[in-house]
Structure formats: structure tokens, C-alpha cells
């Protein structure tokens, strides 16, 4: 289960992402909802992702 935590507070390697504008508001107002910045919540979607992705 995706769980929100500050384990990825401290990133520092700088990338450009873009974003549909829907899914950009969807994800800033679920950072907003939890406290936490969008950034983090966008690293926190990508670790989720890549530990539960499936195996080949």
C-alpha cells in the first residue's frame, strides 16, 4: 500500500518533468492534502512504482 513518509526529503539531482495539466492538479492537491511538497510526493509515486512493478 502507497503510504506518504519523508524518507526522500533530501533529493538533490535537479530534473525537468512535464505534466498533463489534470494529473499535475490531481498530484499537488493530494501534496497539499498530506502536508507535504510536491516534489516529494512525486518521488514517493516513482519509488512506489518501481518497487511494485512487476518482474519479467
Avoid: H, W
Avoid at 3 to 13: F, G, P, Q, V
Avoid at 14 to 27: C, I, S
Wanted: glycine share 2%; hydrophobic share 40%; with cysteine.
Amino acid at each position: 500500500m502507497f503510504k506518504i513518509d519523508n524518507e526522500l526529503k533530501n533529493a538533490n539531482t535537479p530534473r525537468t518533468v512535464r505534466f498533463t495539466e489534470p494529473l499535475f492538479e490531481k498530484l499537488n492537491s493530494v501534496a497539499q492534502q498530506n502536508g507535504i511538497s510536491f516534489n516529494l510526493l512525486v518521488l514517493q509515486c516513482c519509488k512506489y512504482a518501481l518497487d511494485n512493478m512487476k518482474k519479467e
